[in-house]
């Protein structure tokens, strides 16, 4: 192979990869000293398997929720959404008696039904995705709560087997969400369809007069943004063998938290679905970890908020020292 | 005073007089605008002094001159659309008491002002964002009436303004004259200013050519004194001959800005596009690529007898077209992003294979690109905000050359460009059209079209008022073409 030109983009290093995502896992692995020198049975196999049992659900819609973040755009239906689309699986289950595959099929479409809304409406009439999917949380949470007639569907044993599977003793869900994390951060970084994604979130109006149009990609992260949060509906109505009108309150905001602990501007133009992994992490050790020191619900809302403000601050100067201003 | 890296003015005295209106001409880019904005106090000076009233004069804010009674109103209206027009005429000092405006004061205010400009019929309550344009312009300057100013600056007032509002304005300004006010008239309708004014300045680069007595200078007089400059430092186009059409121009119609354009571009031609700010040109060339739609006319391409479908850029770009927008930070580049992101944006369908990026794949290309323009850069990771205007430029301009568009439209594609690095970008359109490709050049700098172009286009006032080969023009007559939509106000637009 020739000689790299002097002026060629350097390939990256492992320094590189240090100076990415150093930050994170070392205030990763700073939480999991913290906690286990403080109480006893944080380091532990069973917590640790536990984390990675309630993960999956909340970093598939992280992920879609990146995704959608990085084009400039924001989705606050994810949560509603996912109570919608495991309402569905759970009243075809019980109520219909429709079969296993046939359930989850009608889950996921539910899914991808939402994100096209979200989509079409916002680029159809040029309104901002805040509003929205505003109407969707109200819209999705108001669907759920009308199939269910407000009730939890217990299904029973019958999708126990989607969360219960196990591969190398992680569970099913585990490896699905890291396939989601490893495909999403493959499309961002090494296909046409993820460099028109930062393109269009760095400067819409330059991409659609370089000749492409950005409606499609928009349109197609808002589906994904829906697919990938019926998967998690699906995880969790299988993890918990019920639908829960209420699931998934609050999970936009989760989602956000995650996404900016990693680095991803809510500006657009900028995000690693790498990085937002572990701001699923850093949330949940917290959440694991504060539990463990027997703290109550409320300081670990507290906490949790300083520290999304704190990851931000630092993401800032960090950004900074390098150089890179951001595309406000 | 400096501006960005350009100094705009240099060491300029003027002079105004209470009791007289002073017009203030000179080519885009003389510095009308700054200067006015100076004594207006948007801009500070890096140097020289101000005095008003015989007293030393220095606002750090448009606040401080509007206390001093400077006022100014503004090309551009800064006028707030939701507020009702009564607002936005005394939104600095809305009567109150304690707060709590006083609203029956505001509106005999309002009202009385507005018909100092003939607005009579207004209701003072409308909010401002359901007037005309011509409407916001008249409640500007209304604003500017109303308050007790000993200086009036006004940035071509009449640009949108039909002719009874035009004559109602005249009235008006010359009764403020004749109480004593000093008015700076900013405009490029001639035949305005000599009704008008008492006095012209002319500038051009940022210097004072002159000042005269209106009655002294010839409309031929002004036209020189504004253009008139050595063109012996440009080198001349060497000769050429041009291939077949490469785009053709029928009727092209976008609202009051582009009025049934027609023209043709070969392919080994450069075509220049000379006018005024404010005559088309922009607009037709986002209407050519489909990046506003058309309402009328046609774009046929590569001599084609059929209608070209544009219906969006990225039909335009499909069908081999390239445009190199005026505003590059807003619409060109994606700032933050490395230099190689920008230069292959346009062809990452090309690059790619199955959708799938190697960035490896990328290097080639833009080293090419890099080295050709001779980018200065430390590597192509470095992000575009970091580059100069030159630099920035060549950026796009690799975008669409690695596209291999085969008719090129550039909005003023040396604005903001230090002088070495224009000379660079001069070689590659005169490369480009030796090339065989179609150049459609927009440019403000007529001594840069003059040296640059085949043939020059003049718009002005969204029509195509002139077309010269080379050896026909000269910059008297060029300038002549650019004016003369505005020359006679029957005709103002409304």
């Known amino acids: 192979m020739a000689k790299q030109s002097e002026t060629a983009i350097p390939r990256p290093t492992w320094a590189r990869w240090a100076g990415e995502y150093g930050g994170l896992i070392g205030a990763l692995v700073a939480l999991i000293v913290i906690f286990s020198l403080r109480t006893e049975h944080f380091l532990s196999h069973t917590n640790f398997l536990a984390i990675a049992n309630q993960i999956p659900s909340i970093l598939l819609v992280a992920v879609g929720m990146t995704c959608v973040l990085i084009i400039a755009e924001i989705d606050l239906s994810v949560g509603s959404v996912l109570g919608l689309c495991g309402a569905v699986v759970g009243v075809a289950m019980t109520q219909w008696d429709w079969s296993l595959p046939m359930a989850v099929t009608a889950g996921l479409l539910a899914g991808v039904i939402c994100g096209l809304f979200n989509g079409l409406v916002s680029l159809a009439w040029r309104l901002p995705s805040f509003i929205v999917t505003l109407g969707m949380l109200?819209?999705?949470?108001?669907?759920?709560?009308a199939l269910t007639r407000s009730q939890t569907q217990y299904i029973g044993s019958s999708i126990e087997g989607i969360a219960g599977a196990t591969f190398l003793g992680l569970s099913l869900p585990f490896w699905l969400a890291m396939g989601a994390v490893v495909v999403a951060q493959l499309v961002l970084t090494r296909t046409v369809f993820g460099r028109y994604m930062i393109a269009i979130g760095t400067n819409q109006e330059a991409v659609?007069?370089?000749?492409?149009?950005?409606?499609?990609?928009?349109?197609?992260?808002?589906?994904?943004?829906?697919?990938?949060?019926?998967?998690?509906?699906?995880?969790?109505?299988?993890?918990?063998?019920?639908?829960n009108p209420n699931a998934g309150v609050g999970f936009e905001l989760q989602a956000i938290a995650a996404a900016v602990i990693g680095g991803t501007s809510l500006m657009g133009g900028r995000g690693s679905l790498v990085s937002t992994f572990f701001g699923v992490l850093i949330i949940a050790v917290l959440n694991a970890g504060l539990s463990a020191e027997g703290a109550r619900d409320e300081m670990k809302r507290l906490v949790t908020g300083a520290v999304i403000v704190l990851a931000v601050i630092f993401d800032q100067y960090r950004h900074r020292a390098s150089g890179v201003q951001r595309s406000a | 005073m400096d501006f960005g890296a350009v100094r705009v003015l240099h060491g300029v005295d003027l002079e105004l007089n209470r009791g007289q209106i002073h017009a203030l001409i000179g080519e885009n880019g003389a510095g009308k605008s700054t200067l006015s904005r100076i004594l207006a106090g948007f801009l500070t000076p890096t140097g020289g002094m101000m005095f008003l009233n015989g007293a030393p004069y220095n606002p750090r804010r448009k606040r401080d001159a509007e206390q001093h009674g400077v006022h100014m109103v503004l090309q551009e209206l800064n006028l707030i659309g939701t507020l009702s027009v009564a607002e936005n005429l005394f939104l600095e000092d809305l009567p109150n008491i304690g707060g709590w405006v006083r609203r029956q004061e505001l509106k005999r205010m309002a009202t009385a002002a507005l018909a100092r400009v003939g607005l009579n019929d207004l209701d003072p309550w409308t909010p401002v964002s359901k007037l005309g344009i011509g409407q916001k312009q008249l409640v500007g300057i209304a604003a500017g009436l109303a308050r007790q100013c000993s200086l009036l600056i006004l940035d071509e007032p009449t640009a949108p303004l039909?002719?009874?509002?035009?004559?109602?304005?005249?009235?008006?300004l010359n009764q403020l004259k004749k109480e004593g006010t000093a008015i700076l008239y900013i405009s490029h309708r001639l035949e305005e200013i000599r009704r008008l004014a008492d006095c012209i300045t002319i500038l051009r680069d940022g210097r004072r050519v002159g000042t005269w007595p209106v009655s002294e200078l010839s409309m031929d007089d002004i036209i020189r004194n504004m253009v008139g400059r050595d063109l012996t430092d440009l080198p001349q186009r060497n000769t050429y001959s041009p291939g077949n059409v490469a785009l053709k121009v029928e009727g092209l119609t976008r609202g009051t800005a582009v009025q049934g354009v027609s023209f043709e571009v070969r392919a080994g031609e450069i075509v220049g596009m000379a006018g005024l700010v404010g005559s088309g040109r922009t607009e037709t060339l986002r209407a050519i690529f489909g990046a506003d739609q058309p309402e009328a006319g046609h774009v046929y391409l590569h001599g084609s007898l059929k209608p070209a479908k544009i219906e969006s850029p990225a039909d335009a770009v499909q069908q081999g077209l390239a445009l190199l927008t005026e505003d590059r930070k807003e619409q060109g580049l994606l700032l933050p992003l490395p230099i190689q992101h920008n230069m292959t944006l346009a062809s990452l369908g090309r690059i790619a294979r199955h959708g799938w990026l190697q960035p490896v794949w990328e290097d080639a290309p833009t080293q090419k690109w890099l080295k050709a323009l001779q980018v200065r850069c430390r590597n192509a990771a470095q992000p575009v905000n970091e580059l100069s205007g030159g630099n920035q430029q060549k950026v796009v301009l690799a975008r669409w050359l690695m596209r291999d568009c085969h008719v090129l439209m550039f909005d003023e594609p040396t604005r903001g460009i230090d002088i070495g690095a224009r000379f660079e970008i001069y070689q590659w359109l005169q490369q480009l059209a030796a090339q065989g490709k179609a150049l459609l050049v927009v440019s403000s700098d007529l001594r840069e079209l003059m040296m640059l172009a085949d043939r020059i286009l003049v718009m002005s006032a969204g029509r195509i008022a002139g077309e010269f080969v080379r050896g026909q023009w000269t910059e008297d007559v060029l300038m002549s073409a650019a004016l003369s939509g505005y020359l006679n106000t029957d005709t103002t637009r409304q």
């Open chain 1, 138 to 145: 109200e819209m999705a949470r108001g669907g759920a709560h």
């Open chain 1, 208 to 243: 659609r007069l370089s000749g492409i149009d950005p409606r499609p990609v928009k349109l197609a992260v808002f589906v994904a943004s829906g697919l990938l949060v019926a998967l998690a509906a699906i995880i969790d109505t299988s993890r918990f063998q019920s639908a």
């Open chain 2, 162 to 172: 039909t002719a009874p509002e035009i004559e109602r304005l005249f009235v008006q």
